[in-house]
Each structure stands twice: as C-alpha cells, then as structure tokens.
C-alpha cells in the first residue's frame, strides 16, 4: 500500500515493493523465486544500470532469456515483489563486461545520477535501482570480515553476508546524513563545495555522528561549516541516497546568529540568500547565474519548500 | 550553544560537547590536547563504564593521573571539548581489568543501561558516555578491513581506521532505526517482545534499510510486525541508542486498518491500547499489570505525546 508523502515524492524515494524480509533466510523460498520464469531482474554491470532500448523509452527489467544474454552474475540480492507477486531480483555482472555490454545494440548503460537527471525512467525503478545500488555496494566494499579478517559468504536472499571463521553476522550499511537550510527570517543560508557544477548553491550537509541526535548533527554542522548558530530545528523529509547508500535527513533550522564563516576545507563559499534570489535561482534569472539544485536532490525540495513558505 | 529541544531532552540525546571534528586529522593536535594536564577521561573497561565513588555520588571523570592507576588503555577517542576548552577522551582498557577494576575501593562498574536507568550521572554525562560506547563498540567489531581483509588502524582521534594495504578508509557506523507508534484514533499500537521485562509494552521498531525513506520503513516495519497499514508519518524526536550505535527515530503513524496480525518471530503479542489504558501504564494501575517503557527509551516520550495528544 504504498503512500504518498512527501519523502515518497523525491527521487530514488518511491520504492512500493514488498520486501518480504521474513522470507529472506529461507534459501528454497528465495531459490523458488529467483527461478520462477514470472520473476524480473534489474542488472548492473558493476554499480551502472544495464536497460534495453526500446521504441519509446528505456526498459530496465530483464526476464531469466534476457538477462542470461548478458553473462553469469556474480551476485543477486532479492528485492522483493511487486503488488502482483513478480519477484524482482538485482544482477550484478562483472565489470570488466561494461565495454562489451555497452557495444551491444539495444542495450543503454546509463549511470543512476543520469538516469535520475535525464528521467529516464520511471520514480519507481528509481528507488527499486537506487535501493539495490546501495546493496550492491555494500557487498563489493565488504567482502571480508571486519570482525576477524576471513572472506564472508552472501547470505539473506543477499541482505546479509555470514563469517564462518568467527560467526560475526554483516548487514548492509545506511549512513544517517543531515541536509538542511538555516532560516533567518526571509533568508535561508546555501553553500557550494567547489566540485559543483559551475553556480551552483546547495544545502549544507553532513554525516550524522555517533551519539548525535538529528537535532544536533543539523546544528553541529551549520556551524562547523559556516559558523551559524542555530536553535530550534524541523524535519522536513528523507531521501535514500545512493551515492553510496545515505539516508538524508532534511530539516529547516532557525539562525539565532548571521555571521558567516566559511570552513574552507569543506566549502568554496557559503551565504544568506533571500526568497526573491531563490525565486530568481529557480527560475534561472540570477543575475549572478547561480542556480538551484536539480529535483532529483532533496535540497531541491528543501528550497521550493522554503520559497512557498511551507516549513518549520 | 546546547539548545533544548524533544530529543535532547531524551536520554543520550544532550550531548553539547564541541566535537572540533576538523581537528581531528591533525594528530600534533590531538596529541597535545591528550596529555593537557586539565583534560579528562571516560574511562571503560571493555564497554562498561568505569566511575569513582564519591561521598554524594559518582564521578565519571578521571584525570590523567587517576587514569594511569587502572592499568593502560588499548584505544582512546578524542571525544571533543568543553565550553572552557577543557578536552574530553575516551579511554578504553583491555576487558580482562574488568573483574580486579570492580574490586578496587573507590570504583563503580555499571553498565549504561543501568547508568541511564538510575540515574547515576547527569544527562550530558550519559550523552558523552553513550556517542564514546557507540565508537568503542565499532573499534571492536571492526579491527579488519572489509574491503580487504587486512587488519586496519585507528586513526584521527579514534574517528576513523585506515586499510594500510588497500588504501580503504572506514568511518563508525550509526544505524538507523524507526520506532513508532500507529495511531487509530484514540488508539496507540504496542507490542512486546519475548525479552521485555514482564508486563512492558513499547513502540514497534526496526532497522531502516538501503532504499527506503523514513516513512517507508515505518509503514514496512508496522505492517511487518502487526499486520497493520499506516499512511501519514510524522517525525516525532531522535535520539543516539548507544547499543551498540543506532539512530533511533521516533514517528507517529496514521492507521488505517486495524486487524493486528502478530509476527511471532519478532513478537510475543501486539495491540491496541486506548488513551485510557496508556494512563493507567504510566501511574501503575493497569489491571493486567501492563507497564510503559522506562523514561531512557525514546518510546517512553511517543507514549507521553500520546498522551497529552502532542503529536501528529
């Protein structure tokens, strides 16, 4: 029963499948599913989508023929299945066949930021893709175990991987992230680190620590990053990222101080914008050419939601 | 500047230590901050904490001097500083001291349940304590690189473990967690496990997976566990669950449908409780003897907002 919320409403955050979690330690049921000839895969040749080209559009699942032409996976993970019972799996392929499979006529490699900018697929196979991106590699970064050393095994229809030499069980990582707008009164406080694309300003945004509430991590890192004080704070939306596998956390912030001083390690510059340059930035008439972030990142979100004065 | 807010009213969850986290790859720093004659220690022995007996209570804070009597530390973490520049670290001694520390006059072994549960230490303590348990457990769990297998070292103040053979670096883990209550009208949903103390009730929760946003994963995890659909989610509070390191976050949930089907892989029991039975949890006087969860659980607070109708 999937619903739509805000958080559901951005990119890679629409993900109505059923996870059936429970059934993931039963391998005959797992196996059953993978096998059945009604089940969908989605494929990767290392962490980049694999869709077939078609007439109107690009197809990102692959039934058992299909995906078999590609070559043997070196991993699968179960993502669940849909409202009529299809299981859906991910493959993923080595990466060494990337040059090959993007050669072959009627396929499209297209990485998930691009997919994600270029809307070429559908907000559902983008949060099924990003969702699977993040298992895909966890696994690729985990493979020993960190409790002892030894080579661990997949496990859990692949949301688990097992040390046989010490029995330390492995779950795949989510990191907490904070991102989030200060607010001082008409004015809301963006950033830009210097990899953005030219005149691009952004929400600041960091990993949540250890022993850190939301509350505090957003505070903590407004004013690590540009020296802002701020008291009281409000969430606002979540977004899976899985660049590699972030939860952010979206949140409005109220400024108690206005002075700007840029952690410099962190930023190429930060600063107070006021709604109408935000409208402007948007609308592309800065004057300045500075412009938003795309919708596919929540700080596209936090911005509209900051110039429609729906927030905190 | 600690600002008071829900979660950082709640257990854990005041921490208004500086972290000074850019400083902490600048090893001379750290280095220098360690051996100040006025920084202080937290000191562990594996992951209990270590406090001294005084005359009106217990004292958490250990000079280098009364450090050095317990024996020599096998990690420490530069936990950051106080408002007055004091800096603040974390000690940890080898698990074995544990039983000749417990002997010695003068010393207090208690675990940071039983700390929060007793209120033995102030609530910034208990904050401190929690954030430093949470990075010591992952040290602990994660001596080896998981990319590849080689053993990793500590590295910047404790914040970090670098793979020397592969080149990886591994930053603590937090785990996201949702804990929440679906709310049917006058109705609140509570569940318990077989491992509850007896007669306790408490929020449904679980682990926030790759791919899901907030609201996602608690209406998966209350379908999951109960059997029962939500739509609208609101974000309640936070708080740091130093056991051994996840984020907990606490929503409310609109239900709308109301038949409970228990998971008796997770649960013991699932159910409805009225606004008038939750009353009668928190005072003592339900007649099955059914009690709220204990003020250090964030659940405790979903209960009260419940309560006071301060929610959603």
């Known amino acids: 029963m999937p619903t739509f919320d805000r958080s559901t409403a951005i990119s890679f955050g629409f ?3 059923d996870r059936v979690s429970e059934k993931r330690p039963d391998e005959a049921f797992v196996d059953a599913r993978r096998n059945h000839p009604s089940t969908r895969f989605l494929v990767f040749v290392g962490e980049t989508p694999v ?3 078609q007439e109107n559009g690009f197809d990102p699942l692959f039934s058992h023929e299909q995906a078999a032409e590609l ?3 070196i991993l699968d993970i179960f993502l669940g299945e849909d409202q009529d019972g299809t299981a859906l799996f991910a493959l993923a392929l080595d990466e060494e066949l990337q040059e090959s499979l993007a050669a072959r006529p009627g396929l499209e490699l297209a990485g998930l930021r691009s997919l994600a900018q270029r809307g ?6 983008l949060g099924e893709l990003g969702g699977a991106k993040s298992v895909l590699n966890w696994h690729q970064r985990h493979r020993f175990c960190a409790n002892c050393g ?3 095994k997949v496990s859990c229809g692949g949301w688990r991987r097992d040390c046989a030499a010490c029995g330390a069980t492995h779950f795949p990582r989510v990191d907490p992230v904070v991102i989030m707008l200060a607010i001082d009164g008409d004015r809301c406080l963006l950033g830009r680190q210097a990899h953005f694309a030219p005149g691009m300003y952004s929400a600041l945004a960091g990993f949540l620590e250890p022993g850190e509430t939301i509350e505090d991590a957003v505070r903590r890192e407004i004013h690590e990053e540009a020296g802002v004080h701020c008291s009281q704070v409000s969430y606002f939306a979540s977004q899976p990222w899985p660049f590699p596998s972030s939860l952010m956390i979206g949140c ?8 700007v001083l840029v952690d410099e390690n962190e930023l190429e510059d930060a600063r107070w914008f006021t709604r109408a340059e935000v409208a402007m930035m948007f609308s592309g008439t800065h004057p300045d050419a500075i412009s938003a972030p795309l919708p596919f990142a929540i700080a596209h979100h936090l911005l509209k939601a900051f110039l429609e004065e729906k927030f905190m």
Do not use: E, M
Not at 252 to 259: E, G, Q
């Open 15 to 17: 993900n109505p499948l």
């Open 51 to 53: 869709l077939r080209s």
């Open 71 to 73: 070559g043997t996976p």
């Open 120 to 125: 070429l697929t559908t907000q559902r196979v």
């Open 150 to 152: 030894a080579p661990s």
């Open 252 to 259: 409005f912030a109220k400024a108690v101080s206005t002075d």
